[in-house]
């Protein structure tokens, strides 16, 4: 799948064809905020780790997000739901290295741990974002990022 150039990169290159390049969202960047992890995680067993988590994945990523791709806070949603799902993963793996993949079930028996049915709903959701944000290797080698060139005017790029 090959993601589509940038308007302003058609513009550049004169294949800005109106008919073609005109029906697409054009957002203008902006800061992301971080939002209030306990409104987001809530308060419960083990959630100030969660939340701890979620906040370092995003004073991680969303400075290289803003950078990379020019996120907009109309987009940070996502973003959002990818730092809480990690956290929410990282939570999970530590309940199956406390507790290991199998556990006494209700009846006596051995049976799969809980947490890798998480680990495995939360993968999907991860796989998912990362393609939206560009966060895996093969998602960011499709990602068209272009430079303004020294002669570009950005005054009137946003009006």
């Known amino acids: 799948m090959t993601l589509a150039k940038p308007i302003d990169q058609h513009k550049r290159e004169g294949t800005y064809r109106p008919d073609r390049h005109s029906d697409r969202l054009l957002l203008s960047p902006t800061e992301l905020t971080e939002p209030d992890w ?9 959630a100030d780790k969660v939340k701890a988590d979620a906040s370092d994945i995003w004073s991680r990523i969303v400075p290289a997000l803003s950078a990379a791709t020019r996120i907009t806070d109309a987009q940070r949603e996502v973003v959002v739901s990818f730092c809480t799902a990690q956290a929410r993963m990282w939570e999970a793996e530590r309940f199956i290295s406390r507790d290991g993949l199998l556990v006494v079930g209700a009846n006596g ?3 799969k741990n809980p947490a890798t049915t998480v680990v495995n709903t939360y993968a999907g959701i991860l796989r998912a974002a990362r393609v939206e944000l560009g ?3 093969s998602a960011a080698a499709r990602i068209t990022v272009t430079a303004l060139s020294e002669g570009d005017e950005t005054d009137d790029l946003w009006d």
């Open 109 to 111: 028996v051995l049976v």
């Open 135 to 137: 966060l895996s290797p």
């Open 38 to 46: 306990s409104t987001v995680i809530g308060d419960g067993p083990g």
